[in-house]
């Protein structure tokens, strides 16, 4: 049965393709915007196509059993209606859970009336680089609340659960929320950053409006969303769960993470 892997050449994309591999998984399609630099390992299927260009997918999605749908809004029932023209079984999404800003994702699947699996992450480790500018000029990092605390996941730690739900039995009709294997704030997670740097790193906290204001040029509106959901979890900071480390076996530690990615912030 062939698994289509759509956004294959992004990060969560990439690392499943890896991950579909090592289960044993052989017939893998990967859809990627850019064949000829994808670098995809041998045995891999590659194809042309985007989800946010649809006309691209028809061909794509032939003779497939089951999908990773990488998260795309825009297209999302585009999509699924041409997977379910095409006979597609079953869809494992990463989208999020009611209040979520990817929530419509979840629910275009739901009402596709394909089989599906919800990954629901939390904060994604890789989101810290987003520090690594202030940390390289200054040493650094100026946010409004140092208390702020989640639970961030590992990429490559999504991506196994998705491998997982692809290729064994038993996760039709879940939502998974995933989550990292420990609670932290930013303070801790600049602490972690720092000691894979040999460094003690400074956390300078600064207004709302100051941080809103740095990071509007790389997000836009969303700015003003990411700063109040960090105001947010000061109080009420991210449950634990233990879903991923059940379904793979594993669950990535930040300080782990940031041992492995010393370089980003160096």
């Known amino acids: 049965m062939t698994i289509l892997v759509t956004g294959a050449t992004g990060n969560i994309g990439r690392m499943l393709v890896d991950h579909l591999i090592a289960t044993g998984a052989s017939d893998i399609r990967a859809l990627t915007n850019k064949p000829e630099i994808a670098d995809l390992p041998d045995g891999v299927e590659v194809v042309k196509g985007y989800l946010g260009r649809v006309e691209s997918l028809p061909a794509a999605f032939e003779g497939v059993d089951s999908v990773y749908l990488a998260p795309l809004e825009k297209t999302v029932r585009q999509v699924l209606e041409i997977a379910k ?4 079984r079953y869809v494992v999404d990463l989208a999020g859970p009611p209040g979520n800003w990817w929530y419509p994702i979840s629910r275009a699947v739901e009402e596709s009336g394909l089989e599906w699996t919800h990954l629901w992450p939390g904060e994604f480790m890789e989101n810290t680089t987003m520090w690594a500018p202030q940390i390289r000029a200054t040493r650094s990092v100026s946010e409004p609340y140092p208390n702020s605390a989640n639970a961030p996941i590992a990429m490559d730690d999504i991506a196994a659960v998705a491998a997982a739900c692809l290729t064994e039995p038993g996760h039709i009709g879940k939502a998974y929320t995933l989550t990292g294997p420990e609670s932290l704030t930013r303070t801790a997670i600049l602490r972690h950053i720092g000691d894979a740097l040999g460094e003690n790193l400074r956390f300078d ?3 709302r409006l100051e941080t809103i204001d740095a990071l509007t040029p790389a997000m836009g509106d969303f700015a003003v969303t990411y700063v109040d959901g960090l105001a947010a979890q000061v109080d009420n900071p991210q449950a634990v769960g233990t879903t991923a480390a059940d379904l793979t076996g594993r ?6 993470w940031a041992r492995e990615n010393a370089t980003e912030f160096s």
């Open 251 to 256: 669950s990535t530690t930040f300080a782990q």
């Open 85 to 88: 023209s095409a006979r597609v």
């Open 205 to 207: 906290q600064v207004s």
